[in-house]
């Protein structure tokens, strides 16, 4: 970001959401990303973005950190995931955070989809969406609060 660009680090909106570990949720997860993105003012193209990216984080969580989802909504081996909705001036940032297995986020292959089709793949697009579709990404295995994906879309 270049000196004429700052950041804006003033917040004007914080959610937190807990959901359990059940793919059934994820339709909550994406209108909750939808709606809090348009009182932020981002566009719909850029909101869906957002919203794709969170649904196959969320979705990469269940199947992989946690090995599937639970069999109930309060299963204690399934601690759920919070995600915490962050509106600055100029982005939305989500947090996602899970206590399931961590794994190495910047060794995951980014499959792009020209080799997906050439492959006739089934699966594999998912870092490429989590990756491409958001204009940040970091990831940090492990801690306090258990596993953090922080995702950054800019507003405009």
């Known amino acids: 970001m270049t000196a004429d660009r700052k950041a804006d680090s003033t917040i004007r909106g914080y959610v937190t959401l807990h959901v359990p570990c059940r793919y ?3 339709r909550v997860i994406r209108q909750a990303v939808l709606d809090l ?7 719909e193209f850029r909101s869906a973005q957002l919203e794709m990216a969170v649904d196959e984080a969320c979705s990469n969580i ?3 950190g946690y090995a599937g989802e639970s ?3 309060t299963e204690p081996r399934h601690p759920g995931l919070r995600l915490n909705f962050i509106h600055y001036g100029d982005r ?3 947090e996602l955070l899970d206590r399931g297995k961590g794994f190495d986020f910047d060794e995951q292959q980014v499959v792009e989809p020209e080799q997906y089709l050439e492959d006739e793949r089934e699966r594999g697009l998912g870092m490429f ?5 958001v204009d940040e ?3 940090q295995p492990g801690t306090e609060a258990g596993n953090c994906l922080r995702l950054t879309k800019r507003i405009h």
């Open 24 to 26: 059934s949720y994820l």
């Open 37 to 43: 993105c348009a009182r932020a003012g981002m566009t």
């Open 62 to 64: 269940i199947e992989h």
């Open 71 to 73: 069999d109930t909504e």
């Open 92 to 94: 939305v940032i989500v």
């Open 129 to 133: 969406i989590i990756k491409r579709f």
């Open 137 to 139: 990404a970091e990831y």
